[in-house]
């Protein structure tokens, strides 16, 4: 028999040379490898550095404050706007010129990139913490648990969002936090349904298998076997998941629902600039820049995020399951 | 090999309900995975589990870790009825009996350092703690075959041998008195099988484990094995030593199986007969009545779809042999072989 | 089908029936006194007390629930704060406006962003596919209501200023009064609409297609003999589609988003704009009148979609 055969037969010498192998004694985890790859590329450490430098722009916003001397919602009246009271182009006083009340578009747009930014990462973390235990509850335990939650994230996901977070801040009141709040739940259900499905392939993997073999817990097969397999996709999604709630920020308080006046913000900015954008382009054009170009460098470093994990994965925009 | 029953099954049966995909679910049938087994291991030994794909081998074996809730039945571990222990009381047996899986890729979690993962029973079982954790693992590490440097690796950087070493070290870490294998080495190259089964081999005479040895490959089980269980689609239709089994089959489902075992020996391989059977393994949701071999069988008669056979002696066979048939093979007897049309269309049906 | 559909429209109700409960708990802890707001600023308390109780706001709660529910199920929407005109008739008014944006700005999109996926699959890494790539991906990050003033400002405005009166700044002209002008004033309102969804699209048909023309079935067509075309259009597209369907349903409701956006941007008197005034005005009835109606199209458009997704795919039964 070749088994027999075989069983006096010499190690393979794969086994053998472990001590030559030796000399490389810690493994590169997949986070690892996933991030040399992401070092490698340029368009993702272009658009990272490009987001840390919006990021710092947002951090040390006051400093433009004092570069300038103009406040956030401050109005120069005598030296923003014409005679006419129109608002001044850009010049060396006003580098992105001024708006309709004689207010700094420059400073505005640094102190505005504070709130996009603040609403869009805290919006996008609430969502994937409970996407993240909301899907990982429902795909582990199955059942009736999960019939309940994904039936709750279908509702929530089928629904018209902008026109319920409408309802909901006209109820509620408009604030950062109900801002937050309501962008969080429109749209944790997405990181939910991905964790879901991730959660229900890897439940039936040997290792989880082994994991209860030996006695684990629910808990910890969930956060120490299965958990650390789901990563991957979920931090792909925050990448996108951020410039999404940036947007939604904005459209919020483009309509007037998100953080009230005279706070400036982006969306804010542009929902005032459509009655001048005929007399003050810059109005309209440097909030407009600024929106456009923060969603574009997260959206390029998630596009990328999502190339370091997985090569193949050509599908981003495909429905779960 | 003492002769003390350390693990007893009495007529154990899992199914599995097949649900339709319905909003309601509502039960449109059941998948009869193990059905009515019964077998008794020793303290020391080595059972061997052969069987087609399917036919409940890895069901039995989850059954017996209580990875499954039976459906009906009884197992006995040392003196504990462990049926029908919660979770929690389960827990301090489970240092008492592990498993190897089959899958050494999907057994080991890609996401965690080689080290945490034999280290996992002390942590789940909360043996060992930090440094006295890691030395336990090296030890374990250097006990089967692998540098305790790699500690800090990544399952991705071992060969699939080496893998399955892991997978020995997790199962040995508790110093377990059963180890469940199941099919430990059927996803390695055949050069690293032999290696691992000599693994497991030394293991077994220094710590004196019992192993339940489940495999599609018969020759593996026959040098692994004192005694071996032949399942068909969830039942055991023949048990008892494997000498004897191997050179007295007495039900023709196991005949059969080693009939179509390579042999190195040409002279055998071409002596022997190669029994082809007829028609695929049914459908475990719907099984056949009487003997569930029937539908195959070159000697089935209308008893044999009419009666379930018993597990018993047949002939002037030792008493630990048993099969169950109700026209049992004798020595030197030829099976009658399957007629060329219908031999054509069974492609792969033995093994 | 009758099955799927019984089945299917059952779901509907169920999920109307959460929005209903949804919109009616927001009526109460709105921090709005519907009586006191109805009365007018001077009016006494006695008067105030008179309309609650005409508008049975002084019953237990679980009776105005259910009359609430029997209003609905009857199509009484309430009636607005404001100008006290039924919701039902001020849905009425602005409906077409929204719905022509709605569908005009949803074929376009589709047709965009597949043909653009599809152009892309065919030739994977040539000069058009890293364009259609790169589009989609600006597109992608572009807001709506971004999208929309600029093109204001450099299509309207700009190009009126040299001499080019293509794009109107805005308005509606309806269908019956003149066909031509209501073609020409739509027409920027459905490009807002469509290509931010669209670049969703491309590149969703893309990824979609290039699995698929990489499939068994698709080199057996090829080495059949039969043309490119034919192979692309007739067996790729159909199987390439269904994931791109499924999305639609799921997209829907971003659809009604970008209209509203879009409707306040181009200055529409349709629903959307609607519900910003009616948000500013605190006119809640008419908001809770919209959020059901949004929520009632999106079920009904996702049972179209999912019929139609099994329409393309043979292989979904629809049970």
């Not at chain 1, 600024?290 to 925009?317: I, K, M, Q």
């Not at chain 2, 199941?182 to 497991?200: F, W």
Request: hydrophobic fraction near 45%; include cysteine.
């Amino acid at each position: 028999m070749s088994q027999l055969s075989a069983a006096t037969a010499p190690p393979e010498p794969a086994e053998a040379g472990l001590s030559e192998a030796a000399k490389k004694i810690e493994g590169r985890s997949p986070w690892q490898l996933a991030f040399e790859r992401l070092r490698r590329d340029r368009v993702a450490v272009g658009s990272a550095i490009m987001i840390v430098i919006i990021a710092l722009i947002a951090i040390f916003a006051p400093l433009a404050k004092r570069i300038t001397g103009h406040g956030p919602a401050g109005q120069y009246r005598d030296t923003g706007l014409s005679p006419a009271g129109i608002p001044v182009g850009p010049n060396g006083m006003f580098w992105f010129g001024t708006d309709e009340l004689g207010r700094d578009v420059l400073v505005r747009v640094i102190y505005g990139a504070r709130i996009s930014l603040l609403a869009g990462v805290a919006a996008a973390s609430i969502a994937v913490l409970v996407g993240v235990v909301i899907g990982l509850a429902a795909g582990y335990f199955g059942g009736a648990v999960d019939t309940v939650l994904s039936r709750f994230m279908d509702v929530v996901l089928s629904l018209p969002y902008l026109v319920f977070a409408i309802a909901l801040v006209s109820v509620i009141g408009s604030s950062m936090q109900v801002s937050i709040g309501v962008i969080a739940f429109f749209s944790f259900s997405s990181v939910g349904r991905i964790v879901r499905g991730q959660v229900l392939s890897i439940k039936e993997k040997e290792y989880v298998e082994a994991a209860r073999s030996l006695g684990a817990g629910n808990m910890r097969i969930m956060f120490v076997d299965v958990l650390p397999n789901v990563l991957a996709p979920v931090i792909v999604y925050v990448t996108l998941l951020i410039p999404l709630s940036i947007v939604f920020e904005a459209a919020l308080s483009f309509l007037g629902l998100g953080v009230v006046p005279p706070t400036p913000t982006w969306g804010g900015m542009l929902s005032d600039a459509i009655n001048y954008y005929q007399v003050a382009w810059w109005y309209l054009v440097f909030p407009g820049a600024a929106l456009l170009v923060t969603t574009l460098a997260f959206n390029l470093l998630g596009d990328s995020v999502r190339d370091a994990f997985d090569p193949r994965y050509n599908r981003l925009f495909a429905a779960e399951e | 090999m003492s002769t003390e029953t350390l693990l007893r099954l009495e007529n154990v049966v899992k199914h599995f309900p097949v649900h339709s995909t319905r909003l309601l679910r509502r039960t449109e049938g059941v998948v009869h995975a193990v059905d009515g087994v019964d077998l008794d291991v020793r303290r020391g030994e080595t059972v061997g589990l052969v069987g087609e794909t399917g036919c409940g081998k890895s069901t039995l074996a989850r059954c017996i870790l209580r990875l499954y809730d039976l459906t009906s039945g009884r197992i006995t571990f040392g003196d504990t009825d462990i049926t029908e222990l919660s979770r929690r009381k389960m827990r301090p047996h489970r240092k008492r009996m592990q498993m190897i899986f089959q899958d050494p890729y999907g057994s080991l979690n890609p996401r965690r350092r080689v080290g945490p993962i034999i280290g996992d029973p002390f942590a789940i079982q909360n043996v060992a703690d930090g440094e006295e954790r890691k030395r336990k693992v090296q030890e374990l590490m250097e006990l089967v075959g692998l540098n305790p440097e790699h500690y800090n690796r990544f399952p991705a950087e071992f060969s699939g041998g080496q893998r399955q070493r892991i997978g020995v070290a997790r199962a040995l870490a508790l110093r377990p008195e059963v180890i469940v294998c199941d099919e430990p080495v059927s996803a390695l190259d055949v050069s690293i099988q032999a290696q691992i089964i000599n693994l497991l081999d030394d293991l077994q005479d220094e710590f004196g484990l019992t192993y339940i040895f489940i495999a599609h490959d018969l020759s593996i089980v026959e040098r692994v094995s004192d005694r071996v269980a032949v399942m068909y689609l969830g039942k055991i239709v023949e048990f008892g030593p494997t000498e004897q089994i191997y050179n007295h089959p007495r039900h023709p489902y196991t005949k059969a199986l080693l009939s179509a075992m390579p042999s190195a020996d040409p002279d055998v391989a071409e002596a022997r007969e190669r029994i082809v059977l007829r028609g695929d393994v049914p459908s475990p949701i719907d099984p056949p009545s009487g003997c569930s071999f029937h539908p195959r069988c070159p000697k089935a008669q209308q008893h044999c779809v009419d009666v379930e056979p018993p597990l018993e002696v047949k002939f002037t066979d030792p008493p630990a042999h048993r099969a169950a048939c109700h026209f049992p093979v004798g020595d030197g007897e030829v099976l009658a072989h399957a007629t060329p049309e219908l031999a054509l269309d069974t492609e792969g049906d033995v093994l | 089908m009758l099955k799927f559909l019984v089945r299917r429209l059952t779901l509907g109700v169920a999920v109307m029936w959460v929005v209903a409960t949804a919109v009616f708990i927001l009526y109460f802890i709105a921090p709005h006194d519907v009586a006191r707001t109805l009365a007018g600023k001077q009016s006494t308390e006695r008067v105030i007390q008179l309309i609650r109780h005409r508008l049975g706001l002084d019953k237990p709660i679980t009776e105005q629930y259910l009359d609430y529910l029997n209003r609905l199920l009857h199509g009484d929407l309430g009636y607005s704060y404001v100008n006290s005109m039924p919701v039902v008739n001020v849905i009425k008014e602005d409906l077409p406006i929204t719905a022509s944006v709605a569908f005009g700005g949803a074929i376009l999109w589709l047709l965009i962003g597949v043909s653009a996926g599809v152009l892309a699959a065919t030739r994977p890494r040539s000069f058009l596919d890293r364009t259609v790539t790169a589009f989609a991906l600006f597109f992608y990050s572009m807001p709506v209501f971004l999208l929309g003033q600029l093109f204001l400002l450099l299509l309207f405005f700009r190009l009126t200023m040299a001499g080019f009166d293509i794009f109107p700044g805005g308005g509606y002209v309806p269908f019956a009064a003149s066909p031509g002008e209501w073609l020409r004033h739509l027409i920027l309102p459905w490009f807002t609409v469509a290509l931010v969804s669209a670049s969703t699209y491309a590149r969703l048909t893309r990824g979609s297609m290039l699995e698929v023309l990489g499939e068994d079935y698709i080199r057996t067509a090829r080495s059949k003999g039969l043309r490119e075309r034919r192979v692309i259009y007739r067996h790729g597209l159909r199987a390439g589609m269904s994931p791109v369907v499924t999305q639609f349903g799921i997209d829907l409701g971003t659809l009604l988003g970008g209209v509203i956006l879009t409707e306040t941007v181009f200055g529409l008197p349709g629903l959307g704009q609607q519900i910003v005034t009616s948000i500013s005005d605190g006119d809640l009835p008419v908001i809770m009148g919209l959020v059901l109606l949004a929520s009632g199209f999106i079920v009904l458009a996702n049972i179209v979609v999912d019929a139609l997704y099994a329409v393309l795919d043979p292989r979904v039964r629809l049970t």
